[in-house]
């Protein structure tokens, strides 16, 4: 099976340019990546050992260790071969050179040495990437201050003819697909309205969140939450809500800046706003239910991923070897995380976390130190030192000090929260509201209610022993209201405490108190509950004795605990309302207490503030890049999450700079940056070479200068979601908890879950993102994409709906075909593949017929028939076909 | 500064870089290895002794006491504990070490103090007097073409070890591509018209396999259903085959068309082949898992006729006729749950009986069929599972995962067959003699295949001193 994929035919490409030693060796080629693999780590920019630097070739050479001409006499050779002391790179340190690489080294010594004048860094601070950010036309006022004008700029400098503007309709359709994940309509196509009016009428629509969400979701690794059966392991239950904040806040243009100290500190930031608390599922996401370091590892890798590009994980075991940053960083960064721990709080309407709940982060332990793991290795901490909080030393210059926050009642005793009370209440009342509904419908007699009796009791008049009513009804109804009834006065009663606590004005002796009652009517309820739990067994034809033995000694010892708290010996029971996430499969949830800590430390703030911190020249770049790649199919920097020293200045850097500039002026608007990009001519150039110059084709065919649009493939879920579209199918709805990958919902495929153990069967096939970790899209094109657009029952469905609307609209194949070329497309055929559509509808293959004529008992058939020309049959077919064509799954 | 290089240095270092085997000279590697269109995804980087895998994994940890390691030690102190034997040392926490625990105080994954005498009996087989367990008769009937590896190790002591057997990394690191992905990688296609990575039977840890080298180096799940041993491998509608094959011509001609629009489009291009490979795929994929063609004593060698063995059996028999037709690398995975059906805390005679009456004939047969058709030579068998079980009893009649010492065995494709390679301690808990941890077994499975580990790598990802592994020179012929 032939793999077309990008990245496979780099490899390809990097071995093809590989050549025999005697070929000549090269020194970009050859030698200099097997000296940064082997040697810069400790003789480069990063450190000098031996006053040594092995990254220049004056250096190598003034430093004796490369003799141009003679490799015997050269060092370097000999260190590299050495089995002592002298060997390089040092045992421990690094694999030896192999011989491969050493006959490389020798011959090109042999052959002078030769290497090009490269700049070399003087200091890792001078790299590109951690420069500030700056307009360039303010570096430079000969520089244009606008995208195009910079683009334009290189193309002429380098004489290259730009493509003009793709066809409108073309143009719409990626701007639709683009935008929203939707093509558009034919209305749509046909929209007169000027093409800046579209774009603000698109950014404005809330299926721009649902489009963009899905690329931020890749970006910050959205799984559901996943474990062993009933066990959670990963991630965390409920976690669309996270989903939905994100399409909710990039709908409302909240700022990336904003979004991320949300992300990251919301709990801190905002600890009442449960909207933008929804935020930190970010970080629930990386909640691993065994291994807390493997949690925090996840933690610090992705965070500095995804929104600094840089590879923090790499000083887990030792000082980074490409980047400067220590492995020290990387602990201090650790102590930022260490005291926070995830929980699912109650919602509003809903007190079943099971249910319902929102995933969050809290500091939990204030006061975890943080220890450097020698080598990286958790067993080995170096205990001798602890850890302070901070980021990285190459940027701490501008790192917020951190200042720990008091937090409100309701952020940290969850069970205070006015509408948690109302819900328990409610839940409560409901249960009684049953229960009496339940005892009416078997009571003979009418009774007499104490109904209005019970409304009117006090929480501390425990019910039951007001009753007065004559009782005819089933025995087991009356238990049920009179559990019913205790539950819910035990509720009143821990519901007050719980408010009074928040409240105060009640003396500590009245507290103790309400405590003591509300106790008793803990107690109280459990007695109701386990005699009625004794009773349902019991009333089995065959009642199971284990079970029944288990229920009675459930009563004995709800007994036992209703003496006790008569006697005032049985402590209140705190409501627990929300669930912390465990730390370890050993513990249970009655381990952890009912309150949270009343402080947060505020250093996941203060990271937040730095992360965004307009002196901080990673964040705007890497956003811009990850927005410009989806609109572009390509990066402006390549490596995607790594902008450290490996990163070469990319070409567009000037272009980097200007947007990063425009993103944090605007008060970091994505939708200023989209507006910016999609309304320039480099994203409006045609994507073909068709009727290209010739010399900057050769020049340039890869189209690194842009001079042409790049050709983009749909991803995943613009697949299904365009398909459902087109046949009018599509569930718009916005939000709510994520759909199994079973279901045939007709929703947007973002709504579907997506973790290890939920992978949509069609979704999959077409490079749906690793929940792990995925910054970038793969383009594959295999055989089992072909397979599944021609055989997948929900295809046949969708080209069915469509050309059973669309045939009523022509009255020729020539019409039919124009239709679906156009609306599937976006394009009207040229005359060969209308000819082509129209053979094909005319052909009259008996089996065509065949299912044709069966078709015609339904009323619709026969109308259908009435086109002579040609079957409605055929019609499908050639639907079905264009949704194979290959323009189709393509963004032209 | 020292004049010259040392001679012998560098033969060390040329025996370290490129080990000399029957087949190729470290100098012979060394020239092809410069070869354009070598490496990864244009074949193999020096030549070859082996086309395909068949990958076997017991899911779950069969215990290698009951299966390929007789320790007749353990009848001798059954019933003792270990710390009164005179193996006492095995438990020296200093030994116990190279662990790394992922569920602290599990259930499972612990010390086991009492020895367990073997639950099954052993008897040597063939020429080379090898010995196997009772439970694996027809596999005991083929050791004279098996490498049996007795001195296997690995980290983890959860089932989190069937990602690292498959990967190299421990549960709690970060997942790396797969063996098979990697093969895949740096292999290409034998076969246009086949998927090159192929997975049947139950996974549960990790379901990708090609992280990140992409989702093109997934394997891609088949069942043994001829109607739809591939996802949409027909249509789930009313389409009949002449208008699918309507349907495939018009795509064909539609997008050849394109091509005047969008002259040069080398994506267009490939989109095009992959529909005439879908449509060749929709029949040829069907066929293979379809045994009408295949003799009954064929069927029979492989166990098609009986319930007990038939799933496993129709799995290796299509991965015969998937090797057959060049497919590189097939994954198998027996024992389903989400731990693995071969876990047994419990009931371990009983249920490592039934488990091996599934999976014994079918091995042998695929095993013996593979030889009759001259195709052993070429294609490696592997049998592995993610850890032993341990030397002590786990509720008096079970066995703990055992990650420090365990067995797994080899055969074809240039495997010497007939050998033990590697030694337990007296009581099989240790791999104390040539022990080799689980990537070592990737690296000789890719050095047979022509491949070196040590430059199978992407831009941007490292690849780790212990991911690459070390060729076990040992059991080659």
Redesign the interface.
């Known amino acids: 099976?032939?793999?077309?994929?990008i990245?496979?035919w780099a490899?390809?490409y990097?071995?093809?340019i590989?050549?025999?030693?005697a070929w000549g060796v090269d020194y970009a080629r050859d030698i200099r990546p097997l000296l940064r693999e082997k040697c810069w780590s400790c003789h480069g920019v990063l450190k000098q050992e031996s006053d040594l630097r092995l990254d220049a070739r004056t250096s190598m050479v003034t430093a004796?260790v490369v003799v141009p001409g003679d490799?015997?006499?050269s060092?370097l050779?000999?260190r590299v071969?050495?089995?002592d002391d002298a060997q390089m790179p040092p045992r421990g340190e690094g694999?030896?050179?192999?011989?491969?690489e050493?006959r490389l080294l020798h011959a090109w010594i042999a052959a002078g040495a030769e290497a090009p004048e490269e700049p070399v860094l003087a200091s890792p601070t001078d790299h590109w990437a951690f420069q500030p950010i700056r307009r360039p036309s303010q570096r430079d006022p000969l520089l244009p201050d606008s995208l195009d004008g910079l683009i334009d700029r290189r193309l002429r400098h380098y004489n290259l003819a730009a493509q003009a503007q793709a066809p409108r309709t073309l143009l719409l359709r990626r701007l639709y697909l683009d935008l929203l994940g939707l093509p558009p309509t034919a209305r749509q196509l046909r929209d007169p309205r000027p093409y800046e009016e579209i774009v603000d009428a698109l950014l404005a629509s809330p299926q721009y969140g649902v489009r963009w969400a899905r690329h931020w979701m890749d970006i910050w690794r959205y799984s559901d939450g996943y474990g062993?059966?009933a066990q959670l392991r990963y991630s965390q239950h409920h976690l669309w809500h996270w989903r939905d904040w994100i399409v909710e806040s990039l709908n409302a243009d909240k700022g990336y800046d904003r979004m991320i100290v949300e992300m990251l500190a919301a709990d801190e930031a905002a600890p009442e706003d449960l909207d933008a608390i929804r935020a930190t599922g970010f970080l629930a996401r990386n909640y691993y239910l065994?291994?807390r370091?493997?949690w925090l590892d996840n933690t610090l890798e992705h965070t500095a991923k995804a929104f600094l590009g840089l590879t923090l994980n790499?000083a887990k075991c030792h000082d980074h070897k490409y980047d400067p940053i220590t492995q020290m960083d990387y602990y201090r960064m650790r102590a930022i995380f260490e005291p926070h721990q995830v929980r699912l709080d109650p919602v509003p309407g809903q007190s079943d976390l099971d249910v319902d709940g929102l995933p969050r982060v809290f500091d939990d332990h204030l006061d975890a130190p943080t220890y450097l793991h020698v080598r990286g290795d958790p067993l080995s901490p170096d205990k001798s030192r602890t850890i302070e909080p901070g980021v990285p030393a190459l940027f701490a210059g501008f790192q917020p000090p951190i200042r720990s926050i008091a937090l409100p009642h309701g952020a940290f005793a969850p069970a205070a929260r006015p509408y948690v009370q109302q819900d328990l209440l409610a839940v409560a009342q409901a249960r009684l509201a049953a229960a009496r509904q339940a005892a009416k419908s078997v009571q003979k007699v009418e009774r007499v209610t104490r109904e209005d009796e019970l409304e009117n009791e006090s929480a501390s008049s425990p019910p039951g022993e007001t009753s007065g009513g004559t009782v005819d009804g089933s025995a087991m109804a009356e238990l049920r209201l009179r559990a019913a009834e205790s539950h819910l006065a035990a509720v009143r009663a821990a519901l007050q405490v719980e408010r009074s606590v928040v409240d105060g004005g009640v003396t500590a002796e009245t507290l103790s108190d309400m405590r003591r009652e509300a106790s008793r009517l803990q107690a109280l309820a459990a007695v109701a509950d386990a005699e009625l739990a004794l009773a349902e067994l019991q009333e089995a034809t065959q009642p199971d004795p284990k079970q029944v033995a288990a229920a009675e000694k459930r009563l004995a010892s709800a007994g036992q605990a209703l003496r006790d708290a008569e006697l005032g010996k049985r402590p209140y029971q705190p409501l627990r309302v929300s669930r912390k996430a465990l730390e370890?499969?050993?513990h249970k949830q009655e381990d952890y207490p009912t309150v949270y800590p009343s402080q947060t430390t505020g250093r996941r703030l203060a990271l937040a503030q730095w992360i965004v911190s307009s002196d901080n020249p990673l964040t705007a770049r890497v956003c811009v890049n990850h927005v410009w790649m989806r609109h572009f199919g390509e990066p402006l920097v390549e490596?995607v999450f790594?902008f450290g020293l490996?990163a070469p200045e990319p070409l567009h850097a000037d272009v980097l700079d200007f947007l990063a500039t425009e993103l944090v002026e605007s008060g970091w608007s994505l939708k200023h940056l989209h507006r910016l990009i999609v309304t320039s001519a480099a994203y409006r150039r045609s994507?073909?070479?068709?009727g290209a110059d010739p010399r900057t084709?050769a020049f340039d065919?890869q189209n690194k200068y842009l001079w042409r649009m790049h050709?983009r493939?749909m991803e995943s879920e613009v697949v299904r979601d365009s398909l459902l579209a087109l046949a009018g199918k599509l569930d718009l709805a916005l939000g709510g908890p994520s759909l199994s990958v079973g279901s045939d919902s007709h929703r947007r495929s973002l709504f579907y879950r997506h973790s290890?153990?939920d992978?949509h069967?069609f979704l999959?096939?077409f490079?749906?993102p690793?929940h792990?970790?995925c910054y970038r899209r793969?383009?594959?094109?295999?055989?089992?994409?072909?397979?599944?657009m021609?055989?997948?029952?929900m295809v046949?469905?969708c080209v069915t709906s469509m050309a059973d609307g669309w045939i009523e609209e022509a009255d020729s194949p020539a019409q039919f075909a124009q239709l679906a070329f156009f609306r599937l497309l976006g394009r009207p055929p040229?005359a060969?593949?209308l000819q082509?559509?129209e053979d094909?509808l005319r052909?009259d293959?008996a089996?065509?017929n065949a299912?044709a004529r069966a078709e015609t008992p339904d009323g619709h058939g026969t109308a259908r028939l009435a086109h002579a020309a040609f079957s409605p049959?055929n019609a499908m077919?050639?639907v079905?076909?264009?949704v194979?064509?290959?323009?189709f799954?393509?963004i032209? | 500064?020292?004049?010259?290089?040392?001679g012998l240095?560098?033969a060390?270092?040329?025996a370290?870089?490129?080990p000399a085997g029957p087949s190729e000279s470290?100098g012979k590697a060394?020239?092809s290895?410069?070869a354009?269109?070598?490496?990864?995804?244009?074949g193999p980087h020096f030549s070859p002794r082996a086309r395909s895998v068949i990958w076997l994994f017991m899911r779950g940890g069969v215990s290698h006491l009951e299966s390929f390691d007789p320790k007749p030690a353990l009848n001798r102190y059954a019933g003792k504990t270990i710390a009164s034997t005179p193996f006492a040392d095995v438990q020296n926490p200093e030994r116990l070490k190279k662990v790394r625990v992922?569920?602290?105080?599990?259930a499972n994954g612990q010390q086991r103090n009492v020895l367990y005498p073997l639950q099954v009996g052993f008897r040597k087989w063939g020429q080379s007097g090898i010995e196997v367990s009772h439970l694996f008769p027809h596999i005991g009937g083929c050791v004279d073409d098996i490498a049996v590896i007795r001195s296997m190790w690995t980290t983890d002591d959860n089932h989190g070890a069937q990602v690292q057997f498959h990967s190299g990394r421990h549960m709690?690191?970060?997942?790396v591509p797969t063996i098979g992905a990697w093969v895949t990688?740096g292999l290409g296609?034998l076969?246009?018209?086949?998927?090159?990575f192929i997975g049947m039977g139950p996974r549960y840890f990790?379901?990708?396999d090609g992280?990140?080298?992409?989702?093109?180096?997934d394997a891609?799940q088949l069942k043994i259903d001829p109607q739809t041993p591939?996802?949409?491998?027909?249509?789930?509608?009313?389409?009949?085959g002449?208008?699918?094959r309507?349907?495939?011509d018009?795509?064909h001609?539609?997008?050849r068309?394109?091509g005047?629009?969008?002259?040069?489009?080398?994506?267009?291009e490939?989109?095009?082949?992959?529909?005439e490979?879908?449509?060749r795929?929709?029949t040829s994929v069907p066929e293979i898992v379809k045994f009408s063609d295949e003799t009954e004593s064929t069927q029979r060698l492989y166990g098609l006729d009986q319930d007990a063995t038939r799933e496993f059996g129709q799995q290796l028999l299509a991965a015969r006729r998937f090797v057959e037709r060049g497919v590189r690398f097939i994954q198998i995975m027996h024992g389903g749950g989400?731990a693995g059906a071969w876990d047994q805390h419990s009931n371990l005679k009983q249920k490592h009986t039934e488990l091996a009456r599934q999976v014994d004939r079918p091995i042998a047969g695929l095993l013996r069929d593979l030889k009759q058709r001259g195709m052993l030579d070429s294609t490696i068998v592997v049998f592995a599972t993610e850890f032993g079980r341990t030397p002590g009893s786990q509720g008096g009649n079970g066995r703990d995962h055992h990650p420090f010492g365990f067995s797994v065995w080899m055969a074809g494709g240039g495997i010497r067959g007939g050998m033990v390679h590697g030694a337990t301690d007296e009581i099989g808990f240790h791999a104390v003699e040539s022990p080799h941890y689980v990537t070592d077994i990737h690296a000789t499975l890719l050095h047979q295949l022509g491949l070196d580990s040590?430059r199978l790598h992407?831009p941007?990802h490292?690849r780790l001193?212990r991911d690459y592994g070390h060729v076990i020179h040992d059991i080659l012929a």
């Open positions: 099976m032939q793999v077309f994929s990245r496979a490899s390809v990097a071995v093809l590989c050549c025999p030693v004796g490799p015997d006499a060092e050779l000999r071969l050495a089995e694999t030896r050179v192999t011989a491969r050493y062993l059966n065994f291994n370091t493997t790499c370890s499969p050993a490596s790594d490996r994507c073909s070479n068709l084709l065919p050709v493939r290890r153990d992978e069967p999959s096939l490079d749906h690793d792990l970790q793969e383009r594959n094109i295999v055989p089992q994409q072909a397979l599944a021609v055989n997948a029952d046949a469905e040229t060969e593949e082509a559509c094909f052909s293959p089996e065509t299912a049959r077919l050639l079905h076909a264009l194979n064509h290959n323009d799954i393509t032209r | 500064m020292s004049r010259g290089v040392g240095a560098l060390n270092l040329l370290q870089d490129a470290a060394d020239s290895d410069f354009p269109g070598s490496g990864p995804g244009g992922v569920v602290v105080n599990d709690l690191e970060p997942r990688y296609s076969n246009e018209n086949l998927p090159q990790d379901r990708r992280h990140y080298l992409g989702p093109a180096y891609v591939l996802a949409y491998a027909r249509p789930e509608g009313d389409m009949t002449g208008e699918q309507r349907v495939f018009l795509v001609t539609l997008n068309l394109d005047s629009l969008y002259p040069g489009d080398e994506r267009l490939a989109r095009l082949k992959s529909y490979l879908a449509f795929m929709q989400a040590r992407v941007g490292q001193e």
